[in-house]
């Protein structure tokens, strides 16, 4: 690697992370990074949001934060910044609304004469911020927060846009011929933003810009590592605009265990107890996110098959989540029942916990990976099924469960955890544990991630001495 000369005042970024708990936390967590490499920062933030922010500036108190009032909440209740409370089907929506922080951003970026912005990272639903970029003449790079098979096929969806030859056939396969193993999928587990894409209608058409103006960009940041999807990064994709993808994950708290995005029902030495009186492996920690919530039907016959199963069990859970009453109680002796937010990084490194019953969220398959722990899929939406597919077929590391909002059956549950839990599937648990190496590895001193973060930085100096 080239060593770029460093002046005293170093490069300024400015970063834009996209208000979802699952976006701006990997974000975040890459500031941190960013700052112990001597970098000047600033993170941009609506009022609302910004209580997310004290984790990283109490460990970070050189980063500092932009709050801008939000644009609009378009008929939504005050303080609505974020995705939390909204239903899945608004992100569109969101997204376009934020646009409106292009005028008051670009005005303050304009008054920065004494340290003015070297380069812009922003979140892959922030495409606005690529022509503010070219406006200002300073690149913008993509933050992705879902792995590079995931970001690649949501944007060939947007510069392609397929079509299925019955539009009434949410079962007819979409295959995608320029990404590496011509991965398929059938059409109902394509990201909903296509799929309820409608020509002419200006959210639709936002949201497709947005995709487009992201292969505009200089490059691409993701939250990911090479052993993990060493198929997608061998070579820049067509479909993600021939950029250069810099992978620096698994990104994580840099304590490990941190506590994020709100306050426990249950402390996570309380947990670390009770999991302590299981032998190692034994326990299943079932948990959908911060964004998917299972119907009561759905969450029922999940209840059944726990208690069926006479597995030992953890369950995070949304607030609104509706169980069966009593289950909780039954349950007491070998399971608890966390309704909020839940310390999930704590409980998937606890020794006790050995698979993992999830909706696939990137942010979860990989903490999930960098504990060891193998996955049980159960994906709904968004990225989910993509992310599915990737860690049961090319990484080893899960066994498909469900899938969806139908309502499960709960035969085939209670197999499938009673077997995870047993000793079927001990050729996955070791491929996890291999992963988890390889994951540990790739963000050491050396390793793939952290040399792609060495190099990243190197690209601001650069980018600041021209």
Same mark, same amino acid.
């Given at each position: 690697?080239?060593?770029?000369?460093?002046?005293?005042?170093?490069?300024?970024?400015?970063?834009?992370?996209?208000?979802?708990?699952?976006?701006?936390?990997?974000?975040?967590?890459?500031?941190?990074?960013?700052?112990?490499?001597?970098?000047?920062?600033?993170?941009?933030? *609506?009022?609302?949001?910004?209580?997310?922010? *004290?984790?990283?500036?109490?460990?970070?108190?050189?980063?500092?934060?932009?709050?801008?009032?939000? %644009?609009?909440? +378009?008929?939504?209740?005050?303080?609505?910044? =974020?995705?939390?409370?909204?239903?899945?089907?608004?992100?569109?929506?969101?997204?376009?609304?934020? *646009?409106?922080?292009?005028?008051?951003?670009?005005?303050?970026?304009?008054?920065?004469?004494?340290?003015?912005? *070297?380069?812009?990272?922003?979140?892959?639903? +922030?495409?606005?911020?690529?022509?503010?970029?070219?406006?200002? @003449?300073?690149?913008?790079?993509?933050?992705?927060?879902?792995? $590079?098979?995931? &970001?690649?096929?949501?944007?060939?969806?947007?510069?392609?846009?397929?079509?299925?030859?019955?539009?009434?056939?949410?079962? /007819?396969?979409?295959?995608?011929?320029?990404?590496?193993?011509?991965?398929?999928?059938?059409?109902?587990?394509?990201?909903?933003?296509?799929?309820?894409?409608?020509?002419?209608?200006?959210?639709?058409?936002?949201?497709?810009? =947005?995709?487009?103006?992201?292969?505009?960009?200089?490059?691409?940041?993701?939250?990911?590592?090479?052993?993990?999807?060493?198929? /997608?990064?061998?070579?820049?994709?067509?479909?993600?605009?021939?950029?250069?993808?810099?992978?620096?994950?698994?990104?994580?708290?840099?304590?490990? $265990?941190?506590?994020?995005?709100?306050?426990?029902?249950?402390?996570?030495?309380?947990?670390?107890?009770?999991?302590?009186?299981?032998?190692?492996?034994?326990?299943?920690?079932?948990?959908?996110? &911060?964004?998917?919530?299972?119907?009561?039907?759905?969450?029922?016959?999940?209840?059944?098959?726990?208690?069926?199963?006479?597995?030992?069990?953890?369950?995070?859970?949304?607030?609104?989540?509706?169980? %069966?009453?009593?289950?909780?109680?039954?349950?007491?002796?070998?399971?608890?029942?966390?309704?909020?937010?839940?310390?999930?990084?704590?409980?998937?490194?606890?020794?006790?916990? @050995?698979?993992?019953?999830?909706? !696939?969220?990137?942010?979860?398959?990989?903490?999930?990976?960098?504990?060891?722990?193998?996955?049980?899929?159960? %994906?709904?939406?968004?990225?989910?099924? $993509?992310?599915?597919?990737?860690?049961?077929?090319?990484?080893?590391?899960?066994?498909?469960?469900?899938?969806? /909002?139908?309502?499960?059956?709960?035969?085939?549950?209670?197999?499938?955890?009673?077997?995870?839990?047993?000793?079927?599937? =001990?050729?996955?648990?070791?491929?996890?544990?291999?992963?988890?190496?390889?994951?540990?590895?790739?963000?050491?001193? @050396? @390793? &793939?991630? !952290?040399?792609?973060?060495?190099?990243?930085?190197?690209?601001?100096?650069?980018?600041?001495?021209?």
């Amino acid at each position: 690697m080239v060593e770029v000369e460093q002046t005293k005042q170093p490069p300024h970024i400015l970063l834009v992370p996209y208000p979802a708990q699952g976006h701006m936390l990997a974000l975040l967590d890459l500031a941190h990074l960013l700052s112990l490499r001597s970098l000047s920062l600033t993170i941009v933030v *609506t009022p609302a949001n910004l209580h997310l922010l *004290t984790p990283l500036l109490s460990k970070s108190p050189s980063i500092q934060t932009l709050s801008l009032p939000f %644009p609009s909440n +378009h008929g939504n209740p005050p303080g609505s910044e =974020n995705s939390k409370g909204r239903p899945p089907d608004s992100f569109g929506t969101l997204m376009q609304e934020i *646009t409106g922080l292009h005028d008051p951003l670009l005005s303050w970026i304009q008054s920065q004469s004494q340290q003015p912005i *070297t380069a812009i990272i922003s979140d892959f639903f +922030h495409g606005w911020t690529q022509a503010l970029a070219e406006k200002l @003449g300073i690149p913008r790079i993509v933050f992705s927060p879902s792995g $590079v098979l995931g &970001s690649a096929v949501l944007h060939s969806l947007f510069r392609r846009m397929p079509q299925r030859p019955d539009p009434s056939d949410d079962e /007819y396969v979409l295959s995608f011929p320029a990404i590496p193993n011509s991965p398929s999928y059938a059409w109902r587990k394509l990201s909903m933003l296509y799929r309820t894409y409608k020509e002419g209608n200006p959210v639709s058409e936002a949201v497709k810009q =947005n995709f487009l103006f992201n292969l505009n960009s200089w490059g691409i940041v993701t939250n990911t590592f090479k052993a993990l999807e060493a198929a /997608y990064l061998d070579h820049p994709l067509e479909d993600l605009g021939f950029k250069r993808v810099w992978a620096v994950g698994p990104l994580a708290p840099s304590d490990g $265990v941190q506590d994020r995005g709100g306050s426990n029902t249950v402390s996570s030495a309380d947990l670390a107890t009770w999991l302590d009186k299981f032998s190692e492996g034994s326990v299943l920690y079932v948990s959908f996110g &911060s964004q998917a919530i299972l119907g009561p039907a759905q969450a029922a016959v999940l209840a059944a098959a726990l208690e069926k199963s006479g597995v030992q069990f953890i369950w995070a859970m949304s607030e609104s989540t509706v169980i %069966p009453e009593g289950f909780a109680e039954r349950m007491a002796n070998r399971g608890i029942v966390i309704k909020g937010w839940a310390p999930q990084v704590a409980i998937l490194r606890n020794r006790a916990v @050995g698979w993992f019953l999830t909706h !696939c969220g990137w942010n979860s398959i990989l903490e999930a990976t960098a504990a060891g722990v193998s996955m049980l899929t159960w %994906p709904i939406t968004a990225d989910q099924y $993509v992310n599915a597919k990737l860690i049961v077929e090319d990484a080893g590391t899960a066994v498909s469960a469900w899938e969806g /909002y139908a309502v499960p059956d709960e035969d085939v549950l209670v197999r499938v955890i009673t077997e995870a839990v047993g000793q079927r599937w =001990n050729a996955i648990r070791e491929q996890s544990k291999k992963m988890q190496r390889m994951a540990e590895e790739a963000v050491m001193e @050396g @390793g &793939s991630s !952290c040399k792609d973060l060495e190099e990243l930085v190197q690209e601001f100096w650069k980018m600041k001495a021209r």
